[in-house]
């Protein structure tokens, strides 16, 4: 069909030609042009659209559409023709260049001395610039070039636009979605009370601007708000055609062809921009994106995370929409869904309510999880620990610094703490796996915006299982545990300090870790008084951690064996505080027989060793493993002689001198080792 308007591009090109070429150029490209078109044949050919195309409804519509666009103007018109003559028969390139004398090929003012053969090209001027900037986009001028001279390019997307194929640009087609209004939006909207407020506003040209997380549902609100203004959303991610707060100028043109030729929205997605230079690239980028988009009079969607700013560089209209992170009740909603859909196993097993108590993620996130465990278990069982695991593989990025994952092997029957203790650790798990309930069924997350982190201060003697306590909690909820490395943190020089602990709490928020700091007091030591400058500053660090404990919405712990060294205001800051002791006659019986628990023995006097030796549970722990690897080199029995050595041994390494008497009647056992030593 697009052969008429090629061969009415030829008539042209024969009318123009025939005085000013001889009859052996016409035969060289008989297959395109012919001496015998006289300008009256040329008057008689069909020049409107329902004319020439009278049996293809779709494309005379879309000639028409182009006539609107170029204004009836015929050297544009000319121009368009030329173009499908030399996409259809590549020798009329070589036609235009030979015979007209033009090294470019096709360019306007080539189409100009086609269209108007009669007048001189100085006298166009004025016509051809008017022209090309109503073709210039249709057929991709090369922009470096001087106006009047620069190529067309032969792509074929107009071609196929006119004969009915929506599809986007080759060069876009592998970087851009089509997002028609009869679409599935999926997953549920997390927005839909946003949407129903911006879109009855969107009348002509503004720019929609969606902030938040990646994943957090930014492109889906777009397209609910395309959907609702009956339109089709052409998503480009900004990474597709720029760079750092510029655009590619090449792609960037074939983008706002589609959106001339198939007067789709658009979402420009994750326009992003280094911080470095910011402030000099994006109020430029911005400004270009309004001035080439506001001839549409049409609303134009822009995502970026919530650190980038727009409203003040732009002149236009401008709606501002954060996507915040998805409550609880509505992460319960979305597990749910997710799971019916891609698991094809009963779903009612799904742990959704423990995954959204524990684990703060995007939607985009949590598709990704159930699509790569409906990958691995589709018919399940899905075990919380398994989950977990998997969403901790998602989330992890490997851009942790000054932080280090903590095996947790304990379990919470490995703890042998004081009832008291036990009842609190209790409470805190409570705090984490109820947050649903109390935050958004009873409605208190609006009144407590801040303060929600779940904050633990454990103190205590070395040993008393401050750590072994972060690793059970840990492994109790699910959750990963990671100390923090305050060599790393604590720096001399002003300000670094706190960079490194916003490092910290930025990479913890994104991946649901639970932050352990431990000899904490070295950060939270009592408040010096103000007397030079490195006084204040130190207090500024402490003031930081503090407001960063207080904006953290998950669990930080920390733990200090010199709980007096810390501010009592620090303290009171904490949600809970744990103060851990050496243990008692009855509970270091308990940690002997669990830590005696499998190895052969014989004669143990476990009654003996709790009651003589007050020792807290890392020493009782240290001192079965070294007897254990003295009986298994002696026979491969535990006797008592083998716990009192090592037991001595454990005191003389803290430092403390002990007598042969204090051991009681096992004192004779140390007397071949006491002798050996002194020898």
């Not at 589709?378 to 969403?391: M, Q, S, V, Y």
């Not at 001399?492 to 431990?518: H, P």
């Amino acid at each position: 069909m697009l052969k008429r308007l090629a061969a009415l591009a030829a008539f042209k090109l024969s009318v123009f030609l025939k005085p000013r070429v001889s009859d052996e150029f016409f035969k060289q490209y008989s297959r395109l042009i012919s001496s015998d078109v006289t300008a009256e044949e040329l008057a008689e050919y069909p020049q409107e659209a329902e004319e020439l195309f009278p049996d293809r409804p779709i494309t005379a519509q879309r000639y028409k559409i182009l006539q609107e666009i170029c204004q009836n103007d015929p050297i544009a018109l000319t121009a368009i023709q030329l173009y499908l003559l030399c996409l259809m028969e590549e020798r009329a390139v070589d036609l235009l260049r030979e015979g007209l004398g033009v090294a470019q090929g096709l360019t306007i003012q080539t189409a100009g001395r086609v269209a108007c053969p009669g007048e001189e090209t100085i006298e166009l001027t004025t016509w051809l610039r008017a022209a090309f900037d109503r073709v210039e986009l249709l057929l991709q001028a090369e922009p470096e070039r001087e106006w009047w001279n620069a190529p067309f390019q032969l792509d074929s997307r107009l071609a196929a636009w006119l004969s009915g194929d929506d599809t986007p640009d080759r060069e876009l087609e592998a970087l851009c979605t089509v997002a028609a209004p009869g679409d599935p939006l999926f997953p549920a909207t997390l927005t839909g009370k946003q949407v129903e407020q911006v879109t009855p506003m969107l009348e002509g040209f503004s720019v929609v601007h969606i902030s938040g997380e990646t994943g957090s549902g930014r492109r889906h609100f777009a397209r609910h708000a395309a959907r609702m203004l009956g339109r089709e959303l052409l998503i480009v991610p900004f990474a597709a055609v720029g760079e750092e707060g510029l655009l590619n100028p090449r792609l960037w043109r074939r983008v706002v062809r589609e959106l001339l030729l198939t007067n789709r929205l658009l979402c420009l997605a994750d326009v992003e921009c280094p911080a470095e230079k910011r402030t000099a690239r994006l109020p430029s980028l911005l400004r270009r994106l309004e001035r080439e988009l506001a001839p549409f009079g049409q609303p134009v969607f822009l995502t970026t995370d919530s650190s980038v700013k727009i409203i003040p560089f732009l002149s236009c209209p401008v709606f501002s929409v954060h996507i915040p992170m998805p409550t609880i009740l509505q992460s319960i909603c979305l597990w749910w869904e997710l799971a019916e859909s891609y698991l094809p196993g009963e779903a009612d097993s799904f742990p959704a309510e423990q995954l959204a108590a524990r684990m703060s993620l995007t939607a985009g996130q949590m598709e990704r999880i159930v699509r790569l465990l409906s990958a691995r278990l589709p018919h399940g069982p899905w075990l919380e620990r398994d989950i977990f695991k998997l969403c901790y593989q998602v989330l992890d990025d490997g851009r942790y610094e000054n932080i280090r994952f903590v095996d947790t092997a304990y379990t919470w029957e490995d703890l042998q703490l004081e009832d008291s203790l036990k009842a609190t650790l209790q409470a805190v798990c409570a705090q984490v796996e109820n947050q649903g309930q109390v935050l958004d069924e009873w409605g208190l997350r609006r009144r407590y915006p801040y303060g929600r982190c779940v904050s633990v201060l454990m103190s205590g003697p070395p040993g008393t299982g401050k750590t072994m306590t972060a690793q059970v909690l840990a492994s109790r909820l699910g959750l990963e545990l990671y100390k923090v490395d305050l060599s790393q943190i604590v720096d001399k020089y002003i300000g670094e300090t706190e960079k490194r602990l916003k490092q910290v709490f930025d990479q913890a928020e994104k991946s649901n870790m639970i932050l352990f700091f431990d000899e904490a007091d070295a950060l939270l030591g009592k408040r010096s008084e103000v007397k030079d400058s490195k006084d204040k500053y130190a207090n500024t660090e402490v003031a930081y951690l503090l407001q960063r404990m207080e904006e953290y919405q998950g669990i930080v712990l920390m733990a200090t064996n010199q709980a007096g060294n810390m501010d009592a205001a620090f303290v009171r800051r904490f949600r809970y505080h744990l103060a851990f002791t050496l243990p008692g006659e009855a509970l270091r019986l308990r940690i002997w027989s669990a830590a005696l628990e499998g190895i052969p023995a014989r004669g143990i006097q476990i009654d003996y060793l709790a009651r003589q030796f007050q020792l807290s549970g890392a020493q009782i722990k240290n001192i079965v493993l070294n007897a254990a690897y003295r009986a298994a080199a002696d026979g491969g029995v535990l006797h008592m002689e083998h716990l009192v050595r090592a037991t001595f041994q454990e005191f003389q390494k803290e430092g403390k001198v002990m007598l042969a008497s204090e051991f009681g009647e096992y004192g004779v056992m140390l007397s071949d080792y006491l002798s050996a030593q002194q020898g």
